[in-house]
T-cell receptor, first 113, second 114 residues
């Protein structure tokens, strides 16, 4: 049972445009959501997070939006850069279980010139 | 500050064998968790150790086990290897302060079972 779903395995975006990566979850107990980025041959690195008490969190070119009623979150990257090409994982957790993240299957983003 | 170190980086085993993977967390981090990454499954939580105690466990069979030492270094062991155990095993450490889910991952140990 996949509690966190990323339905788009891949996404291709032109440099300078907006990249939108989507994620859906089913577990109502999740109250904290994160995005991780992974380059080949490296471990995932934390990108941005959002608490369920917010609906938006911004950090530079990266913004995460949370729609609790739809159990949906999205990551916006504006403008997209070639160095953003990586696999992006959405993750969710319940407060107090920070080391036990539930990850989606990932979306491979390719930013083309 | 040195990152999370995992050894070995690559290994090949045959069915029925066992394997031990090692993880050295970031200095000062007392929580170490392990994840399995396979194509199409994303990262799946195996277990988490804090101060030498297993606090959380994922839905993996008993063939998967782990431990943590007093210096926070951790090992995981998989016994009676199966072909389906071929995966990238990732270790992550965290200070849990704040408890925000920000984990620091190592580069992983890629296990191939033949």
């Amino acid at each position: 049972d996949q509690q966190v779903k990323q339905n788009s395995p891949s996404l291709s975006v032109q440099e300078g445009r907006i990249s939108i990566l989507n994620c859906d979850y089913t577990n109502s107990m999740f109250d904290y959501f994160l995005w991780y980025k992974k380059y080949p041959a490296e471990g995932p690195t934390f990108l941005i997070s959002i608490s369920s008490i917010k609906d938006k969190n911004e950090d530079g070119r990266f913004t995460v939006f949370l729609n609790k009623s739809a159990k949906h979150l999205s990551l916006h990257i504006v403008p997209s850069q070639p160095g953003d090409s990586a696999v992006y994982f959405c993750a969710a957790m319940e407060t107090g279980t920070a080391s036990k993240l539930t990850f989606g299957t990932g979306t491979r983003l390719q930013v083309t010139l | 500050k040195a990152g999370v170190t995992q050894t070995p980086r690559y290994l090949i085993k045959t069915r029925g064998q066992q394997v031990t993977l090692s993880c050295s967390p970031i200095s000062g981090h007392r929580s170490v968790s392990w994840y399995q990454q396979t194509p199409g499954q994303g990262l799946q939580f195996l277990f988490e150790y804090f101060s030498e105690t297993q606090r959380n466990k994922g839905n993996f069979p008993g063939r998967f086990s782990g431990r943590q030492f007093s210096n926070s270094r951790s090992e995981m062991n998989v016994s009676t290897l199966e072909l389906g155990d071929s995966a990238l095993y990732l270790c992550a450490s965290s200070s849990l302060s704040p408890d925000t889910g920000e984990l620091f991952f190592g580069e992983g140990s890629r296990l191939t079972v033949l």
